[in-house]
């Protein structure tokens, strides 16, 4: 089979003025551009929204609908505030069901892709990986100040920095069924991290990462999503139980990225200094306070 792409997303309603409203836009108008470029090389890509039941008008040109969300991480635990975040392996699992080509591209929707994507994507399998390895690309953020699609020419043209977060993944399609994700939620933090150890030890352990071409972006660098700490919560309990399921179907190698990130991601989050902190967070207003501090910092975590 040549090497072809199904890009699976998750679009959702919301108001177009918000931060997601403006993201979404600009994703949806990288996407045609970038499927454009795509075919004009004759490679195959399609685009599939995965959406929640009500959510169809979120579904832009050209994705086209790829399936009914049934369940959201509600419907397995209550958590607050109430957020109707879907699960990564429900739309993994929906979005490839209908699938025919070799790989899947797994991006969120605030992520943006430059013109030459997926051709990009192709070399790299072709001539830097192989068609068995999964891998990531880290996206870069531009500044915060873009809001039209009519920019986006100026956008393709930020430079921007390096963002050290796993938010785009590219990997056969034939791993989707492998994958122990748990019922972790996206929209939170640990899903991506579990996503890419479970990819690492899918394929043998052989995940890679592409940090030197600027493929993707990020408008601006907001972390609100770090003060959700009963999610933050709820996917950690998930990430370190498949961490348990994965540790006792494979043998890790010490070497592995698998490994590394349990050590130095999940572990230390799993302490009981680290469980005593986001308590704390669980005040008043502590929540909040943190990601200013963050925001201050310069933070993307």
């Not at 999964?134 to 956008?155: A, K, Q, S, W």
């Not at 994958?179 to 899903?191: E, M, Y």
């Amino acid at each position: 089979m040549p090497i072809s792409f199904t890009h699976i997303i998750n679009p959702f309603v919301c108001a177009p003025d918000t931060e997601h409203g403006i993201a979404s836009r600009i994703t949806h108008a990288s996407l045609k551009t970038a499927i454009e470029a795509a075919r004009h090389t004759e490679i195959e890509v399609e685009v599939r929204a995965v959406i929640l039941p009500g959510d169809e008008a979120a579904i832009q040109f050209p994705a086209q609908f790829g399936g009914h969300l049934q369940r959201t991480v509600q419907d397995v635990t209550t958590l607050h505030p109430k957020r109707l975040l879907p699960l990564i392996a429900d739309i993994l699992a929906i979005g490839a069901a209908s699938a025919s080509n070799s790989h899947l591209v797994y991006t969120n929707m605030d992520i943006a892709l430059q013109p030459d994507f997926y051709i990009q994507l192709h070399s790299l399998i072709e001539t830097r990986f192989d068609r068995d390895t999964p891998f990531i690309v880290y996206r870069r953020n531009i500044p915060g100040h873009y809001t039209d699609i009519e920019e986006l020419p100026m956008m393709i043209a930020e430079p921007g920095e390096v963002a050290y977060g796993f938010d785009c993944f590219v990997f056969p399609q034939a791993y989707v069924s492998q994958l122990d994700l748990g019922q972790c939620c996206i929209g939170a933090a640990h899903f991506d991290y579990l996503m890419f150890m479970a990819l690492d030890a899918a394929s043998g352990f052989r995940i890679q990462r592409v940090n030197d071409i600027p493929l993707t972006f990020h408008i601006g660098n907001d972390i609100s999503w770090s003060g959700q700490i009963d999610y933050i919560e709820h996917n950690l309990t998930e990430s370190m139980a498949a961490i348990q399921r994965m540790r006792q179907r494979y043998a890790v190698p010490k070497t592995s990225q698998f490994d590394r990130l349990e050590l130095n991601h999940f572990r230390p989050n799993a302490r009981i200094d680290s469980l005593i902190l986001r308590k704390l967070k669980r005040l008043p207003r502590i929540a909040q306070l943190t990601v200013s501090i963050k925001r201050w910092m310069g933070r993307s975590h």
